[in-house]
């Protein structure tokens, strides 16, 4: 599945239609997931003119006289619309991927700005997802946060930022989002002057998304037409033939993992010919690394949620100025922690869903 996301800051006249239409045939998309549009109305003929094929569906949400309008199209040899849900915020379009033969929603998201009306969406979304549990899903758009706060260059945190990254993570690991690697640069907002930065934009997808589409990536495009920069969402799959079982790269990382795999290996005792004691010596080795990855990572998880807790009680000791020295080398401590913990579940996300 190849998708194109861009906040457009108005469709205007050619310029931005052609830089669109060449964006859309030059990655072959199957999904264009545009924000605000600034347009109360649409029509077959504008679609078709700016994909440049009349073989497209179509859904557009005007927002309040153009402010906040969204429009989502898509490439009908490709993708079998189902049906659409419009909310304040947002329009998810449910169908059947023609080509992979899943059923998938694909959801463009455009924020506003108050927290308030973020965290009505973050509700809105969640309540849709448990509506269809079980598909593979995409949400694409200008969430209007961050997660984390290097995303942003030149603004100065407070504490309704905290409050909106914190909003957003929970929201992100509640519905179990995966915010999919990026290439290229690493922001996707730039002020006019260039003086402010911010990663508002993003694509995040499910589990079930993965197992279809494993090696999803998100591109981050030069900045052309607004001054937000365009992402294309794609999956670049080799084939390099079976595998016996799944490997994550992360396991490779880890503490005593290359000798416990070499005692095991060593304590199996099968025999047979060589093909048949190789098979079943795997099938084992495949049990044990099942029990071993649940004990040793699978409480990756929890251990980000009680370091992001630790932090944030810190946080709030510092913003009293209440943070003693010893906080200080434990908050830098802790900070470590959370860009290893990190860095591994980014490893696991990628591959964990890998189709065998």
């Known amino acids: 599945m190849i998708i194109i996301n861009l906040n457009i800051i108005g469709l205007g006249g050619g310029t931005k239609a052609r830089y669109l239409s060449h964006l859309v045939s030059k990655e072959g998309a199957d999904f264009l997931c545009l924000q605000e549009t600034k347009t109360s109305s649409f029509s077959d003929a504008r679609c078709f003119l700016l994909w440049r094929s009349c073989n497209i569906g179509w859904v557009h949400h005007e927002g309040t006289n153009g402010a906040g309008s969204m429009l989502t199209m898509w490439n009908k040899e490709a993708f079998e619309y189902g049906s659409h849900v419009v909310g304040v915020g947002f329009i998810a379009i ?17 924020a506003a700005c108050n927290l308030q009306d973020k965290i009505l969406l973050w509700e809105a979304l969640t309540i849709l997802k448990q509506s269809y549990q079980n598909l593979a899903w995409c ?29 957003f993570n929970n929201f992100i690991e509640t519905n179990g989002w995966m915010d999919i690697p990026g290439v290229g640069k690493k922001f996707t907002w730039f002020k006019a002057n260039n003086t402010t930065n911010s990663r508002l934009n993003r694509f995040m997808v499910s589990e079930e998304w993965l197992q279809i589409w494993s090696a999803s990536k998100q591109y981050v495009q030069q900045r ?105 080398l434990r908050m830098m401590d802790l900070l470590s922690q959370l860009g290893l913990v990190n860095r591994k579940l980014d490893s696991i996300y990628r591959q964990k869903a890998r189709v065998n």
């Open 94 to 110: 449910v169908g059947y991927h023609l080509i992979a033969k899943r059923h998938c929603v694909v959801v463009n998201v455009y």
């Open 139 to 167: 949400l694409c758009g200008d969430f209007n946060v961050v997660r984390r706060p290097e995303e942003r260059k030149g603004i100065r945190g407070h504490s309704s930022q905290k409050k909106e990254i914190e909003g």
């Open 224 to 328: 052309v037409v607004s001054d937000h920069c365009a992402l294309v969402l794609k999956s670049c799959v080799k084939d390099w033939g079976p595998k016996p079982f799944r490997t994550l790269d992360v396991w490779l990382k880890e503490p005593g993992f290359t000798a416990m795999i070499k005692d095991k290996w060593e304590s199996y005792q099968v025999e047979g010919n060589r093909i048949s004691v190789l098979k079943e010596k795997l099938k084992l080795l495949k049990a044990d690394l099942k029990e071993w990855n649940k004990s040793v990572l699978g409480c990756v998880e929890s251990d980000k949620i009680r370091i992001e807790m630790e932090i944030e009680n810190l946080d709030g000791e510092d913003d009293i100025d209440a943070l003693e020295d010893e906080g200080r």
